[in-house]
């Protein structure tokens, strides 16, 4: 059974994909519950040729690379697209910048899940893990991650694990206001279970380099700000409705069950 699958797009990064990769694997409780999907561009040639000599040195890691054509939209035609090739109950969205730190973290990760679970027969759950990344100035004071766990449920459901209408940066942002909504309230706090190091200049871990330059670059091209404005107005409140809806159905099925197990009583 696989339990969590990370999805991680890459480009000319396979050093710190690699690292993602053996972090996930050697900190795992059980590695072979987990698998790691990479998307790479098809001109990405280098990172392509590396991967094929990683998996003939490593040749048991559950890990998969899925070739496409390049595109500005990451999460859109790279997480998204990622998903259709995921087993796992669980998709965690990850990135080639970072680094899993702490021993055991898919145990611990999916005891508390499936505790949180247990009384919610949708399994809708969005999971706020430990990643060091600043929030964004609005969410200062409130458990945020740029790198959150999302139950395949959820993803089955609405279609996406990021809003693909947004081309890179904000998607974030969107995903914590549609599982923190009062209407769907469908987020746990997972920072102590899995902690993650982000190897990037946004913790200043790390120089810019072309790859994060890109991302800033495709983010003004596409407007990024104006973007996210109108999924925040026009898309969030059907994905709100949606999720909202589908746990109110979801616990109407349970009582109705629950009642007829009811035992008769004889007058």
């Known amino acids: ?6 999805l991680c797009p890459t480009r000319c ?17 059980n590695p072979d519950e987990i698998e790691v999907l990479y998307a790479v561009d098809a001109d990405d040639v280098k990172t392509i040729t590396e991967f094929e000599q990683l998996k003939k040195i490593c040749p048991t890691w559950n890990f998969s690379v899925h070739i496409r054509e ?21 998709l965690w969205i990850a990135g080639d910048d970072v680094v899993v730190t702490n021993k055991d973290w898919d145990k611990l990760v999916w005891d508390k899940l499936e505790e949180y679970l247990k009384d919610k027969p949708d399994r809708i759950a ?16 409130k458990t945020f991650c740029c790198f959150p766990i999302v139950s395949k449920e959820a993803y089955n459901l609405l279609g996406f694990v990021l809003h693909g209408d947004i081309p890179t940066w904000g998607a974030d942002i969107v995903l914590y206001e549609l599982y923190t909504h ?5 987020s746990i706090d997972l ?23 890109n991302v800033e670059k495709v983010h003004k091209k596409y407007a990024g700000g104006r973007i996210l404005g109108e999924v925040r107005n026009l898309i969030l409140p059907v994905n709100i409705n949606t999720l909202a809806t589908y746990i109110e159905e979801m616990k109407e099925k349970l009582n109705e069950r629950m009642v007829k197990k009811q035992p008769v009583q004889l007058v």
């Open 191 to 213: 920072t102590k279970e899995m902690i993650v190091r982000h190897v990037s200049h946004h913790t200043g871990m790390a120089k810019r380099d072309v790859i994060s330059l």
């Open 13 to 29: 990064r396979f050093k710190g994909a690699h690292r993602l990769l053996q972090s996930a694997r050697e900190s795992a409780y």
């Open 1 to 6: 059974m696989i339990k969590f699958s990370i």
């Open 70 to 90: 390049r595109s500005d939209f990451i999460n859109g035609d790279y997480y998204n697209w990622l998903c259709q090739f995921a087993k796992g109950e669980y």
């Open 126 to 141: 969005y999971g706020i893990i430990s990643d060091g990344t600043p929030p964004p100035q609005n969410y200062a004071k």
């Open 182 to 186: 009062e209407r769907v309230n469908r």
